[in-house]
């Protein structure tokens, strides 16, 4: 069993039943108000501590998985993802670099075939911040319109090789018709 579902069981077990016990208690006069409040707080701290300590155990496994692979420099990242074009692999570093601190992870250990959520979590979907810095990094400018068709482009983003890195614009060039990473 993973440690989400251990933890989403023993917190929903504990919620249940001393709800359970607490509403009994107070319908039979057994417990006081007060009590039955300060157990009820104390069942959503419970929770709140569930999700928190869940979290950090997620990271540290993550941390540890990135870090037992092969540590790669921007440079070589680049080179591995495209080996015969140093524009694109500049592109390629900086998408990492904007991802590892959109994350608050160091990606050394990032291989272009890593899955984005599965993988990495980002958890794309609820992540626009991502999104808004990789705006910012590439000075791309993204109509309020055109969020349904990024929200679509999300399904097709599974790994970081399938970013977009063709139409990303740099430095240098101007800005693409397609007026999004994701678009």
């Given at each position: 069993?993973?440690?989400?579902?251990?933890?989403?069981?023993?917190?929903?077990?504990?919620?249940?039943?001393?709800?359970?016990?607490?509403?009994?208690?107070a319908l039979t006069g057994f417990m006081p108000?007060?009590?039955?409040?300060?157990?009820?707080?104390?069942?959503?701290?419970?929770?709140?501590?569930?999700?928190?300590?869940?979290?950090?155990?997620?990271?540290?496994?993550?941390?540890?998985?990135?870090?037992?692979?092969?540590?790669?420099?921007?440079?070589?990242?680049?080179?591995?993802?495209?080996?015969?074009?140093?524009?694109?692999?500049?592109?390629?570093?900086?998408?990492?670099?904007?991802?590892?601190?959109?994350?608050?992870?160091?990606?050394?250990?990032?291989?272009?075939?890593?899955?984005?959520?599965?993988?990495?979590?980002?958890?794309?979907?609820?992540?626009?911040?991502?999104?808004?810095?990789?705006?910012?990094?590439?000075?791309?400018?993204?109509?309020?319109?055109?969020?349904?068709?990024?929200?679509?482009?999300?399904?097709?983003?599974?790994?970081?090789?399938?970013?977009?890195?063709?139409?990303?614009?740099?430095?240098?060039?101007?800005?693409?018709?397609?007026?999004?990473?994701?678009?």
């Amino acid at each position: 069993m993973n440690p989400k579902a251990a933890i989403s069981i023993f917190a929903i077990a504990s919620f249940g039943i001393l709800l359970v016990v607490t509403i009994a208690g107070a319908l039979t006069g057994f417990m006081p108000k007060e009590t039955v409040g300060l157990i009820f707080f104390g069942l959503i701290g419970t929770c709140l501590i569930s999700a928190i300590v869940y979290e950090r155990v997620k990271k540290r496994r993550l941390l540890k998985w990135l870090r037992s692979r092969p540590q790669l420099n921007d440079n070589d990242f680049a080179k591995m993802l495209f080996p015969d074009d140093a524009e694109r692999g500049a592109i390629a570093a900086r998408v990492r670099r904007v991802l590892a601190a959109n994350l608050k992870l160091p990606l050394d250990g990032l291989q272009p075939q890593d899955r984005l959520d599965a993988d990495l979590q980002t958890e794309l979907a609820a992540n626009p911040d991502l999104f808004w810095e990789l705006e910012a990094e590439f000075g791309i400018k993204t109509e309020v319109e055109e969020y349904e068709a990024h929200e679509a482009s999300l399904k097709h983003l599974v790994t970081f090789a399938d970013f977009p890195l063709v139409e990303i614009p740099t430095a240098t060039s101007p800005v693409s018709p397609r007026r999004g990473p994701m678009a």
